[in-house]
């Protein structure tokens, strides 16, 4: 199997923490999400909490300053030394260089970043229907799902450019059955 030092990366409601889910079993690797980190803070209401609930409300991303120290803390544990799944983080240029930096310092590199590739549509139509299963608070108000994409398009999706070079982006058609795409995915590694 080659590295198992992944990003999974795509627009939001691309199925990431689907798939998140699967994947790390099939790597057996520590499942790294920057939303589920901002969640469990906001539920606990600690400081940070606080912050970012400011933010992912209104479907804005969390300052890199914060997330970046958040996610540094996460990757210098030792059950990150064989491997890891990180869903939701880079979201932004900065990020990305800056995990390429918290990585070199930790003598890492990274091997994939699975992009799953999903039409804006579609994006939009799956968002407004998670709203109705889940309950989300980012998801429910169609404003706060149309801020949520423009960041996307604004911040995150640049990362792709910012990887291409490296040859490590692999590019995973998003639409099909939640299986279909795993098949896809696992392909990756196989
Ligand atoms: P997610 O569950 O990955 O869609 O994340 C939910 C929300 O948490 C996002 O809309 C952002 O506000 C925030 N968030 C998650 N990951 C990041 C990140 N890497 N950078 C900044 N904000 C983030």
């Given at each position: ?6 990003v999974?990366?795509?627009?939001p409601?691309?199925?990431k923490g689907?798939q ?5 079993d099939l790597?057996?690797v ?5 939303g589920?980190?901002?969640r ?7 400081e ?10 209104s479907g804005?991303?969390v300052?890199d300053?914060v ?6 803390d ?6 990150m030394k ?13 990020q990305?260089?800056?995990l390429d ?6 003598g890492i ?18 968002l ?8 989300r608070?980012?998801d ?6 149309e801020?949520?994409l ?7 999706e640049?990362?792709l450019?910012y ?5 490590i ?10 299986d279909?795409i795993?098949?896809r ?5 196989a």
């Open positions: 199997m080659s590295g198992k030092n992944v999974l990366f795509g627009p409601g691309a199925g689907t998140a889910v699967k994947l790390k790597l057996s520590p499942h790294v999400s920057t589920d980190m901002f469990e803070n906001i539920k606990n209401n600690t940070l909490g606080r912050t970012a609930k400011e933010y992912s409300n804005r991303l300052p300053e997330t970046i120290a958040m996610v540094k996460r990757l210098g544990r030792d059950d064989g491997g890891f799944l990180l869903d939701g983080f880079p979201r932004s240029v900065p990305a260089e800056a930096k918290i990585l070199a310092e930790l590199k990274l091997n994939h970043v699975v992009n799953i590739a999903v039409a804006d549509d579609e994006v939009k139509a799956r407004a229907k998670r709203a109705e299963i889940e309950g608070a980012d429910a108000d169609p404003k706060v799902i801020n949520r423009n960041t996307y398009k604004n911040q995150s640049p990362c450019s990887y291409r070079p490296q040859n982006v692999r590019d995973i058609d998003g639409i099909g059955s939640i279909e795993f098949g995915i696992q392909k990756v590694f």
